[in-house]
């Protein structure tokens, strides 16, 4: 008889311990009930991104290279390159790749716009600034302090992107 009643008790407790666990429940909940099953695991390296996830600022990077060529001194660029280093090397070997010798990095920036220009001497002239506004209105300062004139050629824009 007690056998009986003791699987009894067994039986009535453990259905009792069952039906206070819910699906959907759990300590990370904040109900402080236990889990019915195993939460399911977080995939491996990564979180999820929320379903609206907010925009945000992205920095890209400029440089140009120059050489001489004959025709003089020539320069090659390149804009929105993901790093500075990156955007470094791509404009030597574009400038390389031109087979112009004695191919060097003049400038490079990141989160700004790169400003070249052939000044009445034919000499090239860069200027770097947040924006290209900055940037033409220090070279202007520049060629007229130098007592040149200059013509912008190119801008090479490595300006941050809200997306």
């Not at 259905?15 to 977080?42: V, Y």
């Not at 002239?125 to 200059?150: H, M, S, Y």
């Amino acid at each position: 008889m007690r056998l009986l009643m003791i699987i009894f008790l067994t039986i009535l407790f453990s259905g009792s311990a069952q039906a206070q666990c819910r699906i959907g429940s759990g300590p990370d909940q904040g109900d402080g009930i236990p889990w019915c099953s195993l939460p399911p695991a977080p995939a491996p390296h990564s979180e999820p991104l929320p379903p609206n996830a907010p925009p945000q600022w992205q920095d890209f990077a400029a440089a140009i290279a120059w050489a001489d060529s004959d025709q003089g001194s020539e320069f090659v660029g390149v804009s929105k390159h993901f790093d500075e280093l990156s955007a470094r090397e791509t404009a030597l070997l574009k400038c390389q790749l031109k087979g112009w010798g004695n191919c060097a990095v003049a400038t490079s920036i990141v989160n700004g716009v790169i400003l070249i220009a052939r000044d009445s001497d034919r000499a090239l002239r860069t200027r770097t600034a947040a924006t290209e506004r900055e940037a033409r209105e220090g070279l202007t300062d520049k060629c007229r302090e130098a007592g040149v004139t200059c013509k912008v050629l190119a801008v090479f824009d490595g300006t941050a992107e809200y997306f």
